[in-house]
C-alpha cells in the first residue's frame, strides 16, 4: 500500500502541475491565481518525501485535504448560477475525486498505522 500511495501521489503532483501550466499558458488567467496550485504541488511532494522517511501520512492528509477544499471552492465558484463561467466542470469533477480518494488513502494508511502501533 506505501508504494501505490507514493505513486499515485507523485501522479497527482504531476498532473496538478501540468494541468495548472496548460490553463496558465492557454488562456488568460492571472498567474498569481495559480500560486496556490503549485504550492500544493510542492507540498505534496515534501508530503511524498515525509511519508517514505517516517511512514507517516500526516504531511499527506493535509495536502490532500487543502487540494479538496481549493477544488471544492473552484468547482462550486464555476456552477454558480449567477457569476459562474462553467468552465473545465468535468475536469474539475474529476479532479476532486482524485484528490478525495487521495485524501481517504493517506487517511487509511495513517489509521492503520497508529492502530498498529497500539497492538505492538
Known sequence: MKLFLTVYSAICALALLVGETLVVLKTNKYWPLSLDDYIAVVALLASIYVYQKSQ???GLIVVYAYVVGNLYAMLFTRLDPV???GERIGLLVAALCVAAVGFALSLKIQLNSQANKGRV
Open 56 to 58: 507517516q501520512a500526516l
Open 83 to 85: 457569476h459562474g463561467s
